[in-house]
């Protein structure tokens, strides 16, 4: 989670210094641009050359806008997985998805602590972008009237007018668009707006949790082996004591001891008799 809020913030600072940057006033010197020196057949290619650089810088710009809007660009990327179309309400939805599974898991303590770092990043980038952007709007306002200036310099300065009229229209796109703060430049309106948004994505990301469904819970513990019980050991003998005991008697054995010692005592009694009579 800390290099997770670290990254927005140094992203932040990169824009931050672009902006200081920006505050440097932009002047285009007439030797800068490619002037045709003398008019000829060398005309056609100097007239190419200059609409192709237009060309090549704005498919550049194009380019690293594109890897900025799908995320892909690697100082301002954008959390996986997303949908470039709306990244922030992606995020959002996707963070009430991971604040119920924690829920469900059992991580509920985690979200009150996770949401108060989100609005504290968030608010650090709003915060940051705004001081770079009052540095870089001024810069972004004047460019349009700054490539028209260049473009007036350009015809002015070249000897040859008519080349250099046919040329203007090309330095003054060039300009406008593909500048630093032009339209389509690296700190331009459409690229500032993209990092902004790619930076508050970026604050209030969440990772995804590693949820195991109760269903593979169960099945991990089908196939655990199951322990069998163990046998009952037997009960030793209790000593010599129990060894040396009598063992009992049952009720009708000393019945019948008691009934044959009955019938002794009445056959004697009957013998005595007949011996006295």
């Not at 600072?13 to 010197?29: F, R």
């Not at 650089?53 to 594109?66: K, P, R």
């Not at 015809?155 to 032009?182: E, I, R």
């Not at 949820?211 to 009960?235: E, N, R």
Request: glycine share 4%.
């Amino acid at each position: 989670m800390e290099h997770a809020a670290r990254r927005p913030l140094l992203a932040v600072a990169t824009l931050t210094t672009a902006g200081a940057l920006a505050l440097t006033p932009v002047i285009v010197t007439p030797s800068e641009l490619s002037a045709p020196r003398q008019i000829s057949s060398h005309v056609a290619i100097q007239l190419t050359d200059a609409w192709s650089d237009l060309a090549s810088a704005t498919v550049s710009n194009l380019g690293h806008l594109g890897k900025l809007f799908v995320g892909t660009d690697a100082s301002y990327p954008l959390p996986s997985p997303t949908i470039p179309l709306a990244p922030i309400l992606t995020q959002l939805v996707l963070n009430d998805l991971i604040y119920f599974a924690q829920a469900f898991t059992g991580d509920a303590g985690n979200i009150p602590l996770e949401i108060a770092t989100h609005l504290s990043q968030a608010a650090t980038v709003v915060q940051e972008v705004f001081t770079a952007a009052s540095a870089i709007v001024p810069q972004q306002l004047t460019a349009p009237f700054l490539a028209v200036q260049a473009a007036i310099e350009f015809v002015t300065s070249s000897t040859d007018k008519l080349a250099a009229l046919l040329q203007a229209p090309a330095v003054f796109l060039n300009f406008a668009l593909n500048s630093d703060v032009g339209l389509l430049g690296q700190y331009g309106p459409i690229a500032v707006s993209l990092i902004f948004r790619n930076l508050m994505t970026q604050a209030i990301y969440t990772p995804l949790p590693t949820i195991v469904l109760p269903f593979k819970k169960a099945a991990a513990a089908a196939s655990a082996p199951a322990a069998t019980p163990a046998a009952p050991k037997p009960a030793g003998p209790s000593g010599t004591a129990s060894s040396a005991r009598s063992p009992q008697t049952s009720p009708s054995s000393s019945s019948r001891k008691a009934a044959a010692k009955s019938d002794k005592k009445s056959s004697t009694a009957g013998k005595a008799r007949s011996n006295r009579g």
